[in-house]
């Protein structure tokens, strides 16, 4: 298996930052969602997030609602989740899974960290799961051998960045702007502060995500950035694309953009 | 006159945890914000001039306090026991959401923020919030699931007459659990100039408390009330339960009274083994929603599960975390009620009252009427009339035939 430390070790050396994309297992459907992510990779893109569809989705915009609903819909279980991981962690690309806390709560934590490592998962990021709830999971990754990803927000104090960094292995998620998951027309200026900020507080690579969508917001996030995010932007080239062939060819195009873009 | 310390229950700890139930489950953009409502609520409670002001609101407003009514006629079916009801159908916008919302209002201006946001099932939580927007003058968008929409037609005209913006959901079972995922994400975005005035004991910490202290006048008068017209406490009190609001309200103010039985009246629907019901307590397992720990109706994968009820009021898979905790105590007893006991119940108030209650309510007197005949001749039992049925009359029209 790939880890973070791995792929930021590279991306360093290659001086540039790494291409994070996410995509929900399930959709477009089982085996799409398995040749979208491959995509993605052969793409450019160093890091693969692999969400965990879950009914009640509380960060996310519509694109991903959408995207997770049609998981669901599928009939998408955390079996399929893990087959997705597996898959896609054998093109190479460090593969996480993004997911809110109550399915991995019902699933069994110690039993998701070691499933999630059998299948060659390098860690998970977890939205909802704050410092003082995060005990239990910390523990159980750290015995799997998988990193655990938290984030901080512009709103965060720096007591607040100091607890979520110390929660934090791979690297930090710093959510570039107040808001959900979605695609938008600029990225935040708060994202620079952020992450300036979180580095006060930590030597690992810190990641923006949420709002960016094309090759020139992924260059001027990866001036400052060890990480670039893209979610929505992915998805959205799979539900506009009239057949999945001509999907897989938008994701693609996009990935190479987005790639050239953590270059620049 | 209320004083600081009927704003202060026991609990939660300094996590927002009662027992394993509560804490925080937010994405970390809210915590300063949450941590922010926490600080200006605890120093507000305290604060003789909030106190005076929000007891100036209630009284002058809201119309508090309410009346207990002893109702013999509709008791003569519960095997004899007295029964009394605690009126939050009379205060202003019909029911006992008006204080919570009051409270949360004023706190809204302490945060020195203009704007605020509320989910509603049944529409009794919007209508409060839109009310208490336009009393102090901020700008009011409400949540509401587009099936509750239709349902509750009449509330949405009221909240659009008293200002409010309201936004049907569509995503999901399009019911109050998605009304309340899509105020959340209205909050991350906008929580600068937003308060999130959240309508039950549920969410995340201080959530669960704020909500409670501000319902808590429920029981703190209907305790006096009862000991002042029959001599002494209740054997039981009896409230349903959808959030808990109204339940934990009651509750409260009898929690050291460990005489006096809680019974709380969960939404059956068309029964446990339909699976069409809001049975969390009974039927759930402890798992998160909503940011808390709490117990939830979710399948083996951790899915949550839409509910069922006939009230939209009830129908939500989540329960405050308190009353998972007391549940699990021991102190306080939950039960289902179908739709069609809830339904028998509305109409019997009505018949034999002169009194329409809401549905969400009924299934309290449906309870209370089985929980008397248990008890038997010469037991009292404390309803919480949590609001009135006008809001419902769509719905029993169509039950009824009317």
Not at chain 2, 333 to 358: Q, S
């Amino acid at each position: 298996m790939t880890t973070l430390q791995t792929v930021f070790e590279k991306a360093r050396a290659e001086k540039r930052a790494a291409l994070v994309g996410y995509l929900p297992a399930g959709f477009p459907s089982a085996r799409g969602a398995i040749a979208a992510a491959t995509t993605m990779v052969e793409g450019g893109c160093d890091v693969i997030e692999i969400g965990l569809p879950y009914s009640d989705p509380l960060m996310d915009g519509p694109t991903i609602q959408d995207a997770v609903h049609r998981a669901l819909v599928n009939g998408t279980r955390i079996a399929d989740v893990l087959r997705t991981v597996e898959a896609v962690a054998a093109t190479g690309a460090a593969t996480l899974v993004m997911t809110y806390w109550n399915p991995v709560d019902r699933y069994g934590a110690e039993r998701f960290a070691r499933d999630l490592a059998a299948a060659g998962g390098a860690g998970t990021i977890t939205p909802d799961l704050t410092p003082e709830e995060a005990g239990p999971w910390l523990e159980a990754s750290a015995a799997a051998g998988i990193d655990t990803v938290f984030l901080v927000a512009p709103s965060s104090t720096d007591a607040r960045i100091e607890k979520v960094v110390r929660c934090c292995t791979g690297f930090v998620y710093a959510a570039s702007l107040m808001g959900v998951t979605g695609a938008r027309e600029t990225v935040s200026a708060a994202a620079e502060g952020l992450v300036k900020r979180t580095r006060e507080h930590t030597t690992l690579p810190v990641c923006v995500g949420l709002g960016v969508s094309n090759g020139a917001q992924a260059a001027e996030v990866a001036a400052y950035a060890d990480g670039v995010i893209v979610g929505s932007a992915f998805i959205r080239r799979l539900l506009d694309a009239p057949d999945e062939a001509s999907g897989l060819a938008a994701v693609r195009a996009l990935a190479e953009e987005l790639a050239a873009g953590v270059r620049a | 006159m209320l004083s600081a310390a009927d704003l202060a229950g026991p609990g939660p700890d300094e996590h927002g945890r009662f027992g394993i139930f509560g804490g925080r489950f937010v994405p970390e953009a809210l915590i300063p914000a949450l941590d922010e409502v926490e600080k200006v609520f605890n120093e507000a409670r305290n604060d003789p001039e909030f106190v005076r002001e929000f007891d100036h609101l209630l009284r002058t407003y809201a119309g508090r306090p309410t009346p207990v009514t002893e109702v013999p006629r509709f008791a003569e079916h519960a095997g004899g026991a007295r029964i009394l009801l605690k009126r939050e159908d009379l205060t202003h916008t019909g029911a006992h959401k008006i204080n919570n919302v009051l409270g949360q209002a004023l706190l809204t201006k302490r945060l020195g923020k203009t704007r605020v946001i509320a989910e509603t099932g049944a529409g009794q939580h919007g209508v409060a919030t839109a009310t208490a927007a336009a009393l102090l003058g901020l700008e009011c968008v409400i949540y509401m699931g587009a099936v509750d929409c239709e349902r509750q037609a009449l509330n949405v005209a009221r909240m659009k007459l008293l200002g409010a913006k309201v936004v049907p959901v569509h995503t999901g079972s399009r019911t109050l659990k998605d009304a309340i995922n899509e105020a959340f994400r209205d909050w991350v975005t906008n929580v600068d100039h937003t308060h999130y005035i959240f309508g039950t004991v549920a969410g995340p910490h201080p959530f669960p408390e704020i909500v409670r202290d501000f319902a808590r006048i429920i029981g703190v008068e209907a305790r006096r009330q009862v000991i002042e017209l029959t001599g002494r406490l209740p054997d039981a009190v009896a409230a349903c339960v959808g959030g808990g609001s109204n339940a934990i309200g009651i509750f409260h103010a009898f929690l050291d009274d460990k005489d006096v039985q809680l019974h709380g009246y969960e939404a059956a629907g068309h029964g446990l083994e339909s699976g069409e019901h809001a049975l969390t307590l009974t039927a759930g397992s402890v798992g998160v929603l909503h940011g808390a720990r709490t117990y939830v109706l979710q399948d083996d994968e951790g899915q949550t599960i839409e509910s069922h009820s006939i009230s939209a009021g009830l129908d939500y898979p989540g329960v405050g975390p308190e009353h998972a905790w007391l549940k699990d105590s021991g102190r306080a007893v939950y039960h289902g009620v179908t739709d069609e006991a809830a339904m028998e119940a509305f109409a019997l108030l009505a018949r034999t009252e002169g009194i329409i209650p809401a549905l969400e309510s009924s299934h309290a007197l449906a309870g209370a009427l089985e929980l008397g005949r248990e008890l038997g001749p010469g037991a009292t039992i404390l309803v919480n009339l949590s609001g009135r049925g006008d809001k419902d009359m769509a719905t029993a029209m169509k039950y009824f035939n009317l």
